[in-house]
Nanobody, 116 residues
Framework: QVQPVESGGGLVQPGGSLRLSCAVS????????MGWYRQAPGKQRELVAT???????TYVDSVKGRFTISRESARNTVHLQMNSLKPEDTAVYYC??????????WGQGTQVTVSS
């Protein structure tokens, strides 16, 4: 499987916003529920948002009301709109199918740093 390609990270002040994008192959996009994950320094990777093929979304409690996951079918891309960012959101963000059997390797991720 081709690696996902994540983009859109950067340095932002607390309270700011970023929009992450993840491009995947067409077959992966059409057949899989997708998730955004993050890994902070010294911590395990955690799943923060998911979206099914029908667009049903779920979020970890710490990002509910602030993050929005979406799918863009024309570009086989999954987005993560992040608002009201907090320092504790600092991490490398990755995307991948929820079904481990559908994943290839993890992509490079995109670094999000929230700091004043």
């Amino acid at each position: 499987q081709v690696q996902p390609v994540e983009s859109g990270g950067g340095l932002v002040q607390p309270g700011g916003s970023l929009r992450l994008s993840c491009a995947v192959s067409g077959s992966i996009f059409r057949l899989n529920a997708m998730g955004w994950y993050r890994q902070a320094p010294g911590k395990q990777r955690e799943l923060v948002a998911t979206i099914t093929l029908r667009g049903i979304t779920t979020y970890v409690d710490s990002v509910k009301g602030r993050f929005t996951i979406s799918r863009e079918s024309a570009r086989n891309t999954v987005h993560l709109q992040m608002n009201s960012l907090k320092p504790e959101d600092t991490a490398v963000y990755y995307c991948n199918p929820l079904n481990a059997a559908s994943r290839g390797s993890w992509g490079q991720g995109t670094q999000v740093t929230v700091s004043s």
